[in-house]
């Protein structure tokens, strides 16, 4: 075989599990991230065509973050040191253990800083391990099966978790944001309002993105929720359905209930041929760019994303192509907006629906806290095995909206050869001068967007993006928000009381 660049960063190997492929091989009821973690590994391995050789030549484990150690602890604990856990389970014994950081962005992030030490030098072979069991969590809750995940370890591992944003603030909670599903749902009605659509034509656009995204989860063999819903069926109260908040219902959110496992190996192509991995094995990383953004209080428009405006362009032109010519994509999909907002920063290319996920989105194949995105890969690395007549790219996306990860990788090599240089240093967008933190007043404001919060016989007090009347933008909360009712554009009389913003309709 004729490498013609030996120190190009490649994935070799990709393998995935789930709560009922380990159940089916081996009976497994209550599998914990380990178990789901390592048969990943294991089946990543054997995709290689060299497991004995390449296990062997593993240097070095990176165990995505799990949510257990996020700040969303269970009560039946996890490993001291997951990245030791997993690579014993494998039957590995890497020199350098790594434990990832905090967001949905994080397993591309750290492929993109991988592959410069792969090139490098520093490590020979690298796993990309990942999985998620809240599935087997609420499963034991609600039966009372007692578990214990945790372990001891006497090994050193890396942690590189950063805290240089918090997902969301004390200041948005006070405002009511205190889940996901409102904290996107507020970006999402922002988008609504630059586009100018009522609620009912936008809900439509939302169910016909996700019915064509929950087509694509039947392909998939691990997918969790695999289902392929109409638009119709995905704005009705039918299959547990309910509505969430506004603008949201159950099934146009990320599933967390999962057990999911993947893994992802990385060497050189040098290293791959020494090994006797085939050619059409390979994956070649082409670019990678990182964005980040202040939390969503701290930004002057949710209606678009900065961080996707600045890490999709960068990694197009470190890859020399434009959004056009890009073959399979797989967007970081756990509300809408995400795609949505995604689309709109790739200049909404000519394409199906459906082709902007590999695997049918966090809904529908499943949402794995921090990992889903090694899903994504996987999926990536298949489809460019079977058709690399194009190349294809990963988004990222962790917190809301404000961390992104792009990586572009195609079956053939770089043409002149790969650089460190392809993957751009992480852009850090300042939070805009007028913008003020934990944003308190007295005065008048209009709402610019808003999320409504649902309960089976009630609903709470909406949570709102307002600009006051010196134009600055800050959240607050409206107690007695009227039913259906679009509320951007309405005036508000706001009071400052117990770090809260409290609004009444002027």
Known sequence: MAITDPHAPVLVGVGEASGKSLKAASGEEWPSTVDLASAAVTAALADSGAAGKLAASIDCLLSIRLFHDSGLPHDFGSPDNHPDAVATASNLDPATLLYGDVGGQSPQKHINQLARQVHAGEHKAVVISSAENTGTVKRARRSGHALDWTQKSDRVMTDLRTDEDKILTAYEWRQGLISMPMSYGIVENARRARLGMDRDSYARDMAELWSAFSSVSETREHANFARSWTADELLAEDDGNYRLNDPYRRWMVAQDAVELGAAVIMTTAAHAA?????????????????????????????????????????????????????????????????????????????????????????????????????????????????????????????????????????????????????????????????????HFFNGEAVIKSYAMPYGKNSRGAASLWLEDENGLPAIGILADAPENTDLIGLQVTVTTQDNRNLAVLA
């Not at 020494?274 to 670019?287: A, N, P, R, T, V």
């Not at 970081?332 to 907002?341: D, G, I, K, T």
């Not at 194009?390 to 404000?402: D, E, F, L, T, Y």
């Open 274 to 438: 020494e090994l006797g991995i085939s050619e059409d094995k390979m994956i070649y990383l082409h670019s990678g760019a990182d964005a980040s953004v202040p939390l969503i209080s701290e930004q002057a428009d949710l209606s678009v994303s900065p961080a996707m405006e600045s890490a999709f362009p960068k990694a197009l032109e470190l890859a020399q192509m434009r959004a056009d010519a890009l073959g399979p994509i797989d967007i970081y999909s756990c509300f809408p907006v995400a795609v949505s907002l995604a689309m709109d920063a790739l200049g909404q290319p000519d394409r199906p629906l459906s082709s902007y996920t590999l695997t049918g989105g966090l809904s529908f194949f499943g949402g794995p806290g921090n990992s889903y995105s090694n899903h994504g890969i996987v999926a990536l690395v298949q489809a460019l095995r079977k058709d690399g007549s194009k190349p294809g790219m990963i988004s990222a996306n962790g917190g809301v909206i404000n961390k992104e990860s792009v990586g572009i990788y195609a079956a053939q090599p770089v043409a002149g050869g790969w650089s460190p240089d392809r993957i751009a240093e992480p852009v850090r967008i300042a939070r805009p001068a007028h913008v003020k933190s934990d």
